[in-house]
């Protein structure tokens, strides 16, 4: 079973930032939390990763609270082609990446 | 920069036949992992190397799959006979280390008729 819970799906508008929440309450100290898309079709892209901090990269931002019970996936400027099924994952220390249904997110114009 | 390669993107085959899904990792990866894709399951992982040792096969389903990595920048995925229920998107990914982001290539779309 998947270790973490995300709402089915979310929209949001085109220009404005998507925040896709993620509960994880059973993580583990020594587990990251990583984030992929896949856009219908193509194979999952790898978005962003952290442990306790939170991160930025040219994609997104992650924010992870400080009891590590959830996150916060952050698309700042949301356009079109980011309509896509995002998924986070608790990846163990065996390397399992568990990719559970995620989050189906709509762009709308 | 290329990424994981996958062949051939679609095949359609009969049921009993035998199956053989290519990858080519990004070079310079060490690690190597398997999925399968389908509505029901979801994606689960098969199979993952290192430096071309298979490490974790607990997710193969069953005799019939077998998964081979002869060298750093080349596996296979083989199914021996193939059955209906294998029926899938299959996913291979590689990545710098084990403990590294994966990049996924874009699938092999498998149908046994």
């Known amino acids: 079973d998947a270790k973490t819970t995300q709402p089915t799906s979310m929209d949001c508008a085109e220009g404005r930032a998507a925040n896709l929440p993620c509960n994880h309450s059973?993580?583990?100290?020594?587990?990251?939390v990583y984030w992929y898309r896949q856009i219908h079709s193509q194979g999952p892209q790898y978005i962003i990763h952290?442990?306790?901090n939170n991160e930025t990269n040219e994609m997104a931002s992650l924010i992870i609270t400080e009891d590590r019970k959830s996150s916060t996936l952050i698309l700042p400027h949301a356009t079109l082609r980011d309509t896509a099924v995002y998924y986070c994952?608790?990846?163990?220390?065996?390397?399992?990446?568990?990719f559970g249904a995620g989050t189906r997110l709509t762009v709308k114009p | 920069d290329a990424g994981v390669i996958q062949s051939p993107r679609h095949e359609v085959t009969e049921m009993g036949q035998e199956v053989t899904l290519r990858c080519k990792p990004i070079?310079?990866?060490?690690?190597l992992f398997w999925y399968r894709q389908t509505m029901m399951r979801g994606l689960e992982l098969l199979i993952y190397?290192?430096?071309?040792?298979?490490?974790?096969d607990s997710g193969m389903p069953e005799d019939r799959f077998s998964a081979k990595m002869p060298n750093a920048s080349f596996s296979t995925l083989k199914i021996q006979p193939s059955e209906p229920r294998d029926s899938a998107v299959y996913f291979c990914?590689?990545?710098?280390?084990?403990?590294?982001?994966?990049?996924f290539g874009d699938g092999t779309r498998l149908s046994i008729l």
């Open positions: 952290g442990l306790k």
């Open positions: 994952i608790v990846r163990e220390p065996n390397n399992d990446m568990r």
């Open positions: 990914a590689s990545s710098l280390f084990d403990n590294q982001p994966q990049h």
């Open positions: 190397f290192n430096n071309n040792v298979p490490i974790d």
């Open positions: 070079s310079g990866h060490n690690s």
């Open positions: 059973t993580i583990s100290g020594n587990e990251y």
